[in-house]
Nanobody, 122 residues
């Protein structure tokens, strides 16, 4: 049973920084891609950043130059370093894992965390 657990959300002032972490568990052998999505009040969930098993990354235009995604395969953990935060970044951030190999087999589906709230306000 695969689980994704986020941590690191909180309240920060505009221009500040925050680092999110997400650890996957459940007999994990490998994960093809890991990413971060976010959903602001009244809006659809959107892709923020993604990193594949080869370290290739992709970012939403709105966060390029401010956010950095990375992963530690030994820990089955993905990170999101957020700098120069803006009020419009306020949202619930969700961790995603796609294409997971566990000790029980391969699962070509998406796994989601419960989300962590990031609030940017003065």
């Amino acid at each position: 049973q695969v689980h994704m657990v986020e941590s690191g959300g909180g309240l920060v002032q505009p221009g500040g920084s925050l680092r999110l972490s997400c650890a996957a568990s459940g007999g994990i052998v490998s994960i093809n891609a890991m990413g971060w999505y976010r959903q602001a009040p009244g809006k659809q969930r959107e892709l923020v950043a993604i990193v594949d098993s080869d370290g290739r990354t992709n970012y939403a235009d709105s966060v390029k130059g401010r956010f950095t995604i990375s992963r530690d395969n030994a820990k089955n953990t993905v990170y999101l370093q957020m700098n120069s935060l803006k009020a419009e970044d306020t949202a619930v951030f969700y961790c995603n894992g796609h294409g997971v190999v566990t000790t029980s087999g391969y699962y070509g589906m998406d796994y989601w965390g419960k989300g962590t709230l990031v609030t940017v306000s003065s």
